[in-house]
């Protein structure tokens, strides 16, 4: 993995996503809904919906974009589902809102996983797959339990 530099990338940028993501579902959204909807349902609706919209870009993507530009298209679901997710938070929506900028969010990163799978496979040997994902999995995670701690942080003195 450290002679392609393409592998490096993506476990950089997997590391990153989920050090911003995961902390959006896991704290940003709960506080953001108890503040402006006051109720765990808000929360459940929000999430399902993205859930929901991130199940339908997976199978959308893998039933018609298997022709699609890869780097295009990773880079346009990497740029455009925090911009979607985190604009419409910024701008405090009605739920009902949300709820849709939740789903169109899930949509556009449901490409992603399939792409970061396609991509692993084609460039790594098939004995070193295993180890490959092993290392990729685990470094991505690695941005989560930061990003969580420094989230609940900021909420706390923020």
Not at 72 to 88: D, N
Not at 128 to 137: E, H, N, Q
Request: aromatic fraction near 10%.
């Amino acid at each position: 993995m450290r002679a392609n530099r393409l592998l490096l990338s993506m476990i950089l940028i997997a590391t990153v996503g989920n050090f911003i993501d995961i902390p959006l579902i896991s704290v940003v959204i709960p506080v953001y809904a108890k503040t402006f909807f006051g109720s765990p349902e808000s929360l459940g609706v929000v999430l399902g919906a993205f859930g929901a919209g991130a199940l339908a870009g997976t199978l959308l993507f893998g039933a018609v974009g298997r022709n699609w530009p890869r780097r295009l298209t990773f880079l346009t679901c990497y740029v455009m589902g925090p911009l979607v997710i985190f604009g419409t938070l910024a701008a405090t929506p009605p739920l009902g809102v949300l709820v849709v900028a939740a789903a169109v969010a899930g949509l556009i990163f449901g490409p992603i996983n399939p792409l970061y799978t396609t991509v692993i496979q084609e460039k790594t040997p098939p004995q070193m797959l295993g180890r490959t994902f092993g290392v990729l999995v685990a470094l991505a995670l690695a941005g989560i339990p930061v990003g969580s701690a420094l989230a609940g942080w900021s909420r706390r003195w923020g």
